[in-house]
């Protein structure tokens, strides 16, 4: 199974001791903000396909998008508009985009399409939709918005909805899975 790791990542360094532990990509979110360089650093030296951009987004009324960038998390929100930092991180090096609705996240009333649509049409690379699963039929709804991959936890943990599950309805809608 492909391992991605995030947290704690600072400097290309960090990079290059979590891919030699067995680490295949690794995901940046807050530290790229404080230190977009680090992206492009990454980037540079192991190549796109290892950058995952962990973007933590919300809606909000103050930006040209609709949608903020938050940090740690979404407890701290930026003055970064959303679609503006997806298109700087992929000019910066990003491979994939793992897209959080903060607003969606927890509910379990389905992932975000309209989010995940925005950020689908200025993306070059695979978006990864995440927050607010809830039911095996959000995850084609996720699909038809435009993800490429669909992050769920809580609900497998639980078993309120079982990967085969979650699998079926994405077959059932035409969609290729694994």
Sequence with gaps: IPLTVGGGIRQVDDVARLLGAGADKISVGSAGIATPELLSGI???????VLVI????KRSP?????YVVTTHGGRNETDLDALAWV???IELGAGELLVNSIDADGT???????MLEAVRAISSVPVIASGGAGRASD???AAK???DAILAASIFHEGSVSISQAKAELAAAGYSVR
Excluded: H
């Design 43 to 49: 980037a540079e030296r192991f190549g796109n396909q």
């Design 54 to 57: 962990s973007l933590d987004l």
């Design 139 to 141: 995850f084609p709804v």
């Design 87 to 89: 298109k700087r991180t």
């Design 145 to 147: 918005a435009g993800a």
């Design 108 to 114: 379990r009333a389905g992932f975000d399409s309209e």
């Design 62 to 66: 103050n930006t040209e998008s609709g």
